[in-house]
């Protein structure tokens, strides 16, 4: 697995939109603006993407065009990452243009650099993992970059830090504080701090005990079940079949894997749902053990906790509920493909290898 540099203040930082439309519209426009102040302030120098700000419309209608910039800005050695406007729901269409592309595939493994972002980008992190680059299941530029209050949240910030520091490995803990979503995203809402609640329950083991040790793997649960079954690209095969972009059973032996819920809150039925195709497919037997993000809102927590439960009754892999990632606010970094030791009894998680090319 080939892993990035670090950022340092003057690299250059590619925005994307590899998904839905919304930088681009004329109500995001001061999103827009605070989200290229904040980079600016980081020190970074913040590249649009020729496509990124097009609007809904046309980045729907024009898969091409998101892939295009996505293979620009990995063709640019200048450009030390990339960061994700925000997710979707439609992602997959970019893979067929991207993994038929031998120029782009040859640039992932030749030019890496950070790439960022959460939700439906799974399934970019997906794709670039087979290509055999570390990504990170972190920060979006709409709702982390350009957070509405007069800063980042400090969570999410202190990891996002993390793109600029040479470290040894690090800690994932649970933050002390909670957000709620808010109501409106609009002009009005600069400036005003979010609603937010002290963490009660902090990370909770759901299911099993003792200390793993895997490479972490993942994301929101709903684009992993869309591609196990069957999403297709204009009545072709399954791109993720197509394209052998799901893990192995020899390889999914050596995960850990992490799994969060997005912005639909999806009701307790349809997790199950979800869940149950990841137990046919004896996924849960074969992972090392199982990280799962703090619901939004905490929307049907405890709903959600019964229905692993009641999943995982004969399966002895571990589960950590409520972890800070994914669609709940605020959100930490999590790299794919890194060693990571979970500690289910002492409900720690540790990254144990630099996760920058030194």
């Not at 450009?79 to 782009?104: C, N, S, V």
């Not at 670039?128 to 982390?144: A, E, I, Q, W």
């Not at 520091?165 to 809402?189: N, Q, T």
Request: hydrophobic share 35%.
């Amino acid at each position: 697995m080939v892993k990035p540099k670090k950022l340092n203040k003057g690299d250059k930082i590619a925005i994307v939109s590899l998904s839905r439309g919304l930088l681009g519209m004329p109500f995001c426009k001061h999103e827009l603006d605070i989200a290229i102040k904040r980079l600016k302030e980081f020190g970074l120098v913040p590249v649009i993407m020729p496509n990124a700000l097009k609007d809904m419309d046309y980045i729907e209608k024009h898969p091409e065009a998101r892939a295009s910039d996505l293979k620009q800005a990995f063709m640019d050695n200048s450009i030390k990452a990339i960061i994700t406007a925000i997710g979707g729901i439609d992602t997959y269409k970019t893979i067929p243009y991207l993994m038929e592309d031998e120029e782009f595939k040859d640039a992932v493994r030749n030019n890496p650099k950070i790439f960022t972002g959460f939700s439906d980008t799974t399934n970019n992190h997906l794709m670039l993992n087979r290509l055999g680059l570390s990504t990170f299941y972190g920060p979006c530029l709409l709702v982390d970059i350009a957070e509405l209050d007069n800063d980042m949240l400090p969570y999410t910030k202190e990891y996002f830090e993390k793109f600029f520091m040479d470290e040894d490995g690090f800690e994932i803990k649970a933050s002390p504080l909670w957000y709620s979503d808010r109501k409106s995203y609009g002009p009005e809402e600069i400036g005003k701090p979010r609603e937010k609640h002290q963490e009660k329950h902090g990370f909770e083991t759901l299911n099993g005990s003792g200390v793993v040790t895997g490479k972490l793997y993942g994301g929101c649960i709903e684009s992993i079940y869309d591609a196990f079954t069957g999403t297709s690209f204009e009545d072709e095969p399954s791109v993720y079949e197509k394209y052998g972009i799901l893990p192995t059973e020899e390889e999914w032996k050596e995960k850990v894997l992490f799994l969060e819920t997005s912005e639909l809150a999806i009701k307790p039925e349809e997790l199950e749902k979800m869940l149950m195709e990841f137990k046919k497919r004896n996924i849960f037997n074969l992972v090392k053990g199982l990280i799962v993000g703090k619901p939004i809102d905490e929307k049907y927590y405890d709903e959600y906790k019964e229905i692993y439960r009641k999943i995982f009754v004969d399966i002895d892999t571990p589960v950590l509920f409520n972890v800070n990632f994914g669609h709940s606010v605020p959100r930490c970094i999590i790299p794919y493909d890194a060693m990571a030791t979970i500690d289910y009894d002492n409900k720690r998680i540790i990254i144990n290898d630099p996760i920058f090319d030194k």
